[in-house]
């Protein structure tokens, strides 16, 4: 049975020339990068030269790029780093980020005394760009309350008695391009608006480095995050962007790693591994880019015609390599859909990785559709190079058939 994967926003197959880079590393590459003997520099050199040709692409300085173990773990650091070490005490973020960041915000406003804000977000899955300035503004307006029983709260001066004042500093999170529904948002418009309010900007970049330009000398940026395995990387790394002179912290301790940001034992394999992943894909871009978009506008077309009164969850200008979509199938034919695709070899998903194959509606469908929407079936169908006009009709003759 033919197998089609159109699952790749939960992660991508490797790149034979990335599998080409890793064994060799694995087998001839083997010294710590910690070492001073030949081996050892040899590495080191393979992990510099990496990190460079990382920050090329993205128009980085090569300090700015910090290795780590994954996404997740690159969101967790800066969030945490941001409350911790660099005093934030307000994060501005929306409901519909990746658990990633959304676990990561509400676990940190349980262990400190933060103020968390969600951005209202459109019914086509936007960001409502009116209303983080309108949160934004509201800021300077905010003042702790020192009451007696020592409990802090943040409070609107005006319910401010005892006039306490300490001047909040903000973050702002707000993903790149959503992993669900493909949505892009303006970095740079954001960005503008952080700098603007004096707020810092962390966005979550895991769907969108590899897959579109980026240039970050030139975004008012101070935080970023990729992970190799969206862009036919390996799986287990990933890195940060951290601005110059930023103060962020260690999430933990140990060597001098990462200068100190990230201690272990660097995974050069993996490391040289996402180098050339994404130096292969910024390469290709443009080709590749053209390629999966054809195939995104044939899959519409195709659900025009066998599923009329089908809906895009999200916005139709959405990244080229995700589509959200709501199929009008019956309540019996709703749980297995997914069950159902598989048995024919075709692997989709029904909302972001973890809940793939789960019936418990996705957090992201949670804020943009009715209840009744909910319910019904709603599949992404995530594209990459590697696919083919046959996936499709393969899906399309899949879909018919449940
Ligand atoms: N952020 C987004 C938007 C993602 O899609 C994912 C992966 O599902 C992650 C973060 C987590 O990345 P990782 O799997 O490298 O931890």
Redesign the pocket.
Known sequence: MKKVYLDN???TQLRPEVVQEMTKVLSEDYGNPSSTHSLGRNSKSILELSRKAIAKQLNASAQEIIFT???????NWILRSAVKDLKVKRIITSKI?????LHTVQSLQNEFDIQVDYVAVKPNGEIDMSDLVDLLSQETHFTRKISSDKMKKWVPDDQNLNNSTEEIKTLVSL?H???EIGTVLDVDKVGRICEQYNALFHS????SVGKTEIDLQHLHIDFM?A????FHGP????FAFVKKNSGLQPLFYGGEQEKGLRPGTEAVHQIAGMAKALDVSYTNLETERNHISDLKNYLITQLEIEFPSFVINGTSDGIYTILNVLLPFSDDKTAMILFNLDMKGIAASRG???QSGSIKPSHVLAEMLSNEDLKKPSLRISFSHFNTKEDIDLLIFGLKSI
Not at 235 to 238: E, H, L
């Open positions: 926003a939960s992660t173990s994954c996404g997740t773990e690159a969101n980020e990746h658990h990633a960041v993903m391009v959503n992993n979550d970049m895991v769907q995050v992970s190799a395995h969206k799986k287990g790394v990933g972001s990785a973890c």
